[in-house]
C-alpha cells in the first residue's frame, strides 16, 4: 500500500531554532505539495513542485520559510528561524498531477510546536 | 485571486440522517474538484470530479459536481458515528502543475 512518508511525526522547538520537516513521496508521483493546517486557517498551500521544480511558494513567509526537492524522493521543507506562530501541522502530498481518479495522497504530517 | 468556500461550517446530525455538504468555487482554469475527509489524521481522498452532471458514488457517499454554477454537493446518506469527521473539498487549478487550493472544510458531527 504506497504512501507518503513525513518525518517527524511530532516536534517540539524553541523560539529561534531551525526546524526541517522532510517528505518522500509516493515512487513515481511528479508533483508534490506542503500545506499547514490550523484550526483558524484551515488548509493553507506553501509551496509546490512538478518534476522537483518549485511551481509556486507565494503562500510562504519568505523570510523564513524556504522548500527544496533535492531529489524525486525527498522534499523538504525549513523554517529558520521558527517562531510561536509557525505551530501548526505541515502536510506533505503527492501525486501524479494529470487528473487521474485517484486525486492526492496525503502524508500523516509533522505536528511542529514553536515555544 | 481562487476560492473554494464550504458550507456549512458545521453540523451536528443523527445517526440514520442525512448530509448534504455544500462546495463552491471561482477559480481561473479549473481542472477537478476533490472532496477529503479527515479524521484524526491526514486528509484521505474521496472523490475526484471532472465532468459536470455525473455522480461519483461508494458505498453511502455520492458527489456530483455543476460547472456551469461552479459548485459540487457531497452527500452522506444514513450516516453512521463513524462518518464524523472534517470534509474538505479542493479545486484543482489548470495551471502551472495544478495547484490544489482547498477550501475551509465542513465539521460533521453524527450523535449515535
Known amino acids: 500500500d504506497a504512501r507518503v512518508t513525513q518525518t517527524p511525526r511530532h516536534k517540539v522547538t524553541e523560539m529561534g531554532q531551525e526546524v526541517t520537516m522532510r517528505c518522500q513521496p509516493i515512487?513515481?508521483?511528479?508533483?508534490v505539495f506542503w500545506y499547514r493546517q490550523t484550526m483558524m486557517q484551515g488548509l493553507e498551500l506553501l509551496a509546490y513542485?512538478?518534476?522537483?521544480?518549485?511551481?509556486?511558494d507565494s503562500g510562504m513567509p519568505k523570510d523564513r520559510f524556504s522548500a527544496e526537492m533535492p531529489d524525486a524522493t525527498l522534499a523538504t521543507l525549513k523554517i529558520q528561524p521558527s517562531e510561536p506562530r509557525d505551530s501548526a501541522v505541515y502536510f506533505c502530498?503527492?501525486?501524479?498531477?494529470?487528473?487521474?481518479?485517484?486525486?492526492?495522497?496525503f502524508g500523516s504530517g509533522t505536528r511542529l510546536t514553536v515555544v | 485571486e481562487d476560492k473554494v468556500v464550504q458550507s456549512p461550517l458545521s453540523l451536528v446530525v443523527h445517526e440514520g440522517d442525512t448530509v448534504t455538504l455544500n462546495c463552491s468555487y471561482e477559480?481561473?482554469?479549473?481542472?477537478?474538484l476533490l472532496w477529503y475527509k479527515q479524521e484524526k489524521k491526514a486528509p484521505t481522498f474521496l472523490f475526484m470530479l471532472?465532468?459536470?452532471?455525473i455522480e461519483k458514488k461508494s458505498g453511502r457517499l455520492s458527489s456530483i459536481l455543476d460547472k456551469k454554477e461552479l459548485f459540487s454537493i457531497l452527500n452522506i446518506t444514513a450516516t453512521q458515528t463513524g462518518d464524523s469527521a472534517i470534509y474538505l473539498c479542493?479545486?484543482?487549478?489548470?495551471?502551472?502543475?495544478?495547484?490544489?487550493?482547498f477550501g475551509g472544510g465542513t465539521r460533521v458531527l453524527v450523535k449515535p
Open positions: 502530498a503527492s501525486g501524479l498531477g494529470t487528473g487521474v481518479g485517484y486525486g492526492y495522497t
Open positions: 515512487l513515481g508521483h511528479n508533483t
Open positions: 513542485f512538478r518534476n522537483r521544480a518549485p511551481l509556486d
Open positions: 477559480v481561473t482554469n479549473f481542472r477537478s
Open positions: 471532472t465532468s459536470s452532471g
Open positions: 479542493a479545486v484543482e487549478i489548470k495551471a502551472a502543475g495544478n495547484k490544489l487550493t
